[in-house]
């Protein structure tokens, strides 16, 4: 089992994710990490989540060396991030979709190669956060909406290292 560790100071919006012995930064949600994450809140989660499936932009990427299960990204997919779809909520959704979502095909190529945190997902409880990703991250490093973002490299290097035993602990210093 691969354990990537994530860790920050409290209210830090970087940080740092260690696989074995290499350490990367990293940009955290911009509120810092919570332990009671809520939707909208732009918070990290705190706690020792699975990795779930890549997703990958084809026109931008080849798929890349991982353990993962991998899925191209398609311009209809979505990710549901409406509390008031409970069945649907922080689930992969078809566009167009009418509740609120996250749009999977972004022009900004946050989501070229962008990997499901299995966060609030067994089953996934309404309110509590959706869409917790790995991702890449912008090159000012700027925060994300509470997600964990690494530059291309890192992320390629950490996908060749993961499975679907992996997990990702995120935690305060």
Request: with cysteine; proline share 10%; charged share 25%.
């Amino acid at each position: 089992m691969t354990l990537l560790s994530v860790r920050a100071a409290a209210g830090a919006t970087r940080g740092t994710l260690a696989v074995g012995e290499r350490t990367r930064p990293c940009a955290l949600g911009r509120s810092g990490m919570t332990d009671g994450k809520r939707e909208g809140d732009g918070a990290t989660p705190i706690g020792r989540f699975p990795l779930r499936r890549l997703f990958y932009r084809p026109d931008r990427e080849t798929m890349p060396a991982t353990g993962l299960p991998a899925l191209p990204l398609a311009e209809d997919l979505g990710w549901c991030d409406d509390p008031a779809e409970p069945t649907l909520y922080n689930r992969l959704v078809r566009l167009p979709f009418s509740a609120s979502h996250e749009r999977m095909w972004r022009d900004d190529g946050l989501y070229d190669l962008v990997v499901e945190i299995g966060y609030n997902d067994a089953p996934p409880q309404p309110g509590l956060g959706s869409a917790i990703f790995l991702h890449l991250a912008r090159p000012d490093w700027s925060p994300t909406e509470g997600c964990v973002a690494l530059q291309r490299d890192d992320l390629l290097a950490v996908l060749a290292a993961v499975g679907p035993e992996s997990l990702i602990d995120i935690a305060p210093i």
